[in-house]
């Protein structure tokens, strides 16, 4: 019986390591002056694991520093047949990278997402940390490896 207990404590924590290493998603670190805009990407690297057809990432953002994302297939979004999309609400923005197909996205730049930097922005480092999940062909989401990202920003 104590068996039992062990084992269904241990799968959850088996499952959720072997779904953890399917996939690493990277915000890049960018430089940028107070006035101007800046790009950073986002990158995919396929680890061991499932198969990521579909990635959802929240990024959390200082709304007083930057404004007005927008986002832009990157290569391996594009190689897999996938659409970008982002939202900006608050605090968050969140990314998906999805489509009408099954195809598995390729290792690269799924993304890359332009903000406006706030003139008033005070010269520093801006962390950008998300928390990043992906999907397989069957709909099975799991969680993803991240990379937090950052922004430089520089006087103006």
């Known amino acids: 019986m104590n068996r039992w207990i062990a084992a269904l404590i241990a799968v959850p924590f088996i499952l959720d390591a072997a ?17 101007s805009e800046v790009a950073v990407p986002l990158q995919y ?25 927008r986002c832009r297939s990157g290569t391996a979004a594009t190689a897999a047949g996938k659409t970008v999309a982002c939202s900006l609400k608050g605090r968050r923005l969140r990314v ?16 890359s997402v332009t903000f406006d930097v706030s003139p008033h922005a005070r010269a520093r480092l801006y962390i950008l940390r998300q928390r990043s999940t992906g999907a397989d062909a069957t709909g099975r989401e799991f969680r993803l490896a991240h990379g937090n990202g950052a922004v430089r920003v520089g006087r103006r």
């Not at 396929?46 to 994302?69: I, R």
Request: hydrophobic fraction near 50%.
């Open 45 to 69: 690297r396929q680890q061991h694991g499932a198969a990521v057809v579909a990635l959802m990432t929240d990024v959390d953002v200082d709304p007083t520093v930057v404004t007005n994302a």
């Open 96 to 111: 998906l990278v999805f489509g009408l197909n099954t195809n598995v996205i390729p290792d690269g730049e799924v993304a």
């Open 19 to 35: 779904a953890a290493s399917a996939g690493q998603l990277t915000l890049g670190r960018a430089h940028a002056r107070a006035g």
